[in-house]
T-cell receptor, first 113, second 115 residues
Framework: NAGVTQTPKFQVLKTGQSMTLQCAQD?????MSWYRQDPGMGLRLIHY???????DQGEVPNGYNVSRSTTEDFPLRLLSAAPSQTSVYFC????????????FGDGTRLSIL | AQSVTQLGSHVSVSEGALVLLRCNYS??????LFWYVQYPNQGLQLLLK??????LVKGINGFEAEFKKSETSFHLTKPSAHMSDAAEYFC?????????????FGKGTHLIIQP
């Protein structure tokens, strides 16, 4: 049982480039979410999904896009990377919502030059 | 809107001493409360959760937390610190009900264990 798998683990981008951070879970969880972690800021919610075909914005959605075509996958897209998006990104999942324990991936460390 | 305040970005204790990490929350409805731990270069792991069943919650690795509604607090404690407890600890809140809006995290407390 792999849990939540995030790829890549590290990435360096140039300003203006686009990329997709992958997240997959094998626990048949309906709820998935993306957070970014910045020093001294804790984790902040970017986007979340309550099931396939349903997504919504979190606290800091600007510059990011998501889709949920299957229960297992929840990719996060950076449309035009900016230095302010340098961060560690975590994907999380749970059975049905944020009021249940979240299972986190190991993170993607992203640097924008 | 809900918020979480963790007092002290860094807490240092001696090995074998009491660990106390403070968390205060604000929420317009009865909340679900969580403590997560993050070891270097890893994701977050659940330590314990409060879901209104009992005010004293026991978690993994000897940690426990007490929900005090009158103080809007959910402080994390461990009677005797171990070197392996050195990590970043996050308190988080989710409002009861649908719970679709994500967790609100505190800024974290880095726990340092002195030998």
């Amino acid at each position: 049982n792999a849990g939540v798998t995030q790829t890549p683990k590290f990435q360096v981008l140039k300003t203006g480039q686009s990329m997709t951070l992958q997240c997959a879970q094998d626990m048949n969880h309906e709820y998935m979410s993306w957070y970014r972690q910045d020093p001294g800021m804790g984790l902040r919610l970017i986007h979340y999904s309550v099931g396939a075909g349903i997504t919504d914005q979190g606290e800091v959605p600007n510059g990011y896009n998501v889709s949920r075509s299957t229960t297992e996958d929840f990719p996060l897209r950076l449309l035009s990377a900016a230095p302010s998006q340098t961060s560690v990104y975590f994907c999380a999942s749970s059975y049905s919502g944020s009021n249940q324990p979240q299972h986190f991936g190991d993170g993607t460390r992203l640097s924008i030059l | 809107a809900q918020s979480v305040t963790q007092l002290g970005s860094h807490v240092s204790v001696s090995e074998g001493a009491l660990v106390l990490l403070r968390c205060n929350y604000s929420s317009s409805v009865p909340p679900y409360l969580f403590w997560y731990v993050q070891y270097p270069n890893q994701g977050l792991q659940l330590l314990l959760k409060y879901t209104s069943a009992a005010t004293l919650v026991k978690g993994i690795n000897g940690f426990e937390a007490e929900f005090k509604k009158s103080e809007t607090s959910f402080h994390l404690t461990k009677p005797s610190a171990h070197m392996s407890d050195a990590a970043e600890y996050f308190c988080a809140v989710s409002e009861a009900g649908g719970g679709a809006d994500g967790l609100t995290f505190g800024k974290g407390t880095h726990l340092i264990i002195q030998p």
